[in-house]
């Protein structure tokens, strides 16, 4: 090809996204082809070698991109029915089984598929049913991953249909409200390569015969259940020796529904202290669960080796204890969430004192070294006079580890000084303050001294104002301000305050 020709494809690349960007100039032939339709570069398509155009097309991750080059030609077209692994489809599936079928045969290789009707009405066209399910269990072979969000219409038969996946690895269930214990022990009973199982909202499923299947298996990896209402912390043991294997889990309990029973004794005594193999825990997450001390959860919490991220949200019962062997085993820690309930519920589990102290923080900061993500949280019920932890322990905490995030909500020990203590703070990149009442604009004018942040966020602080960003502005010392319901801070006031600025003021949250 002589260099004018050349030249005038090049140039006409300029517009192309940037996953087509590339210094070679076959592919960038290629793009401008796809893009512009050139007669001329119809031959140069034609030479392009199919594991060319593959890779190329391999690069668009996104679904409009992909269907914009899937029309400029048959080659293209083809090769993208072969290699789309991944839809997501909801509402707009009408007819939604047919709809479904025709998609199916278009991309065979189907791996992952994301069923979602968020915000569906009837008026939209009747829902995917159970016919769904038998048809993508027929026509997608390949099928690995699948989440159904919203599916109001399927049932456990559908869940025996995909039964037959063989290489069905991850399921999600988001709010499936006819999906039973039996549907999900006959898919776990056919799919037995399943690694990820989500349950969020699934109100039906109340035997767990499912999860003491799946434990003999020994082949799930992550586990999330959520809101399950008959799902109880006592039925996590039945898991037996599918805690080996486990490496992620995510167990809420709904409040609501915890609290309207006003923490059934029963449900605390349930597991008696056993033998939990979870040494491969990677990342667990507990929420308004029931630390019983020796029993159950509590004894997860010490054994766990290869910690890295731990959440534990309104967990009534947690103890200096409970974190100290945390801290004494998981040295490999990297992230901690503790957002602590209020102390009217602390009487109702037991006698004993089990608030958590400063003890739990010195044990963390001394512990666990490569601790990356601290966030403290107190629920709305917290007086600032019950307080667990101390500035002096959050400070021990943040200057003995290399944290780099800080988060702290709704905790009133830490003020003025503790924003003098945070100067020193060689590692910290991301700070995050909400309902932190004692900070004034004294505190936040400090903030320009700290050695590395970048990123700061402020939501509803009372005690903060317009002159507390003024020696940020001009700067540009942060690449981000967010600032949100702050009743004393200004748009005009953020103004150059950083390099990206978000601003919201509502102020309803006050009244």
């Known amino acids: 090809m002589n260099k004018n020709r050349r030249n005038k494809y090049l140039s006409s690349t300029v517009f192309l996204p940037s996953f087509l960007a590339s210094s070679n100039p076959n592919k960038i032939y290629f793009s401008a082809f796809c893009f512009e339709g050139l007669k001329e570069s119809r031959i140069l398509m034609d030479g392009l070698p199919d594991h060319l155009v593959w890779e190329i097309l391999g690069r668009i991750k996104k679904t409009n991109d992909r269907n914009s080059v899937s029309l400029a030609c048959k080659r293209l077209h083809e090769l993208d029915k072969k290699q789309r692994q991944w839809i997501r489809v909801g509402c707009g599936l009408d007819p939604a089984n047919d709809a479904l079928t025709s998609l199916c045969n278009r991309f065979p290789n189907l791996a992952k598929v994301e069923i979602s009707y968020s915000g569906w009405m009837s008026k939209l066209g009747k829902q995917l049913d159970d016919q769904g399910l038998l048809i993508l269990a ?9 989440t159904l969000s919203y599916c109001t219409f399927i049932t456990d038969v559908g869940l ?35 690694a990820v199982l989500h349950l969020i ?28 209402r008959a799902i109880g912390e006592g039925d996590l043991i039945k898991l037996g020796l599918g805690w080996r294997k486990l490496k992620r889990l995510q167990f809420e309990v709904d409040a609501n529904y915890r609290y309207m029973k006003v923490y059934d004794r029963l449900a605390v005594d349930r597991w008696q202290k056993q033998w939990v193999p979870c040494e491969n825990m990677l990342e667990l997450s507990l929420v308004n669960c029931i630390i019983s001390p020796g029993r159950g959860l509590a004894c997860v919490l010490g054994k766990c080796k290869k910690l890295e991220k731990i959440h534990l949200d309104m967990c009534v019962g947690v103890r200096d204890c409970d974190i100290i062997g945390l801290a004494q085993r998981s040295s490999n820690l990297r992230f901690i969430s503790l957002r602590v309930p209020s102390d009217f519920s602390l009487p109702l589990l037991t006698n004993n004192p089990l608030e958590l102290t400063d003890e ?8 666990c070294s490569m601790l990356e993500s601290v966030r403290i949280s107190f629920s709305d019920g917290e007086f600032p006079s019950f307080s667990s932890f101390t500035l002096n322990g959050m400070i021990t905490l943040i200057q003995m580890c290399p944290v780099r995030e800080l988060a702290l909500d709704h905790v009133y020990s830490f003020n003025d000084h503790g924003m ?8 910290l990149e991301t700070l995050e303050l909400v309902k932190c009442q004692e900070i004034s604009d004294e505190g936040l004018q400090l903030v320009s001294q700290f050695p590395r942040l970048r990123v700061l966020r402020l939501s509803k602080c009372l005690g903060i104002s317009d002159d507390g960003l003024k020696p940020l502005v001009g700067s540009y010392k942060l690449e981000l ?11 005009r006031g953020v103004h150059g305050a950083a390099k990206s600025i978000t601003f919201r003021q509502d102020l309803s949250w006050m009244f």
Request: with cysteine; net charge positive.
């Open 138 to 146: 027929s026509c997608c072979p390949s099928l690995t991953n699948l």
């Open 160 to 194: 025996r249909y995909l039964a037959s996946c063989s290489k069905l690895s991850a399921l999600k269930l988001n709010f499936t409200p006819r999906i039973s214990g039996c549907g999900i022990l006959s898919l776990v009973v056919g799919c037995r390569n399943l």
């Open 201 to 228: 909202r699934c109100l039906n499923v109340t035997s767990v015969e499912w999860l003491e299947y799946l434990g003999k298996l020994e082949t799930l990896e992550d586990l999330s259940i959520k809101n399950c």
């Open 360 to 367: 739990s923080l010195k044990a963390l900061a001394k512990k």
């Open 420 to 427: 003098e203590a945070l100067c020193s703070a060689q590692y």
């Open 481 to 491: 301000l967010a600032v949100e319901d702050c009743p004393q801070i200004s748009d």
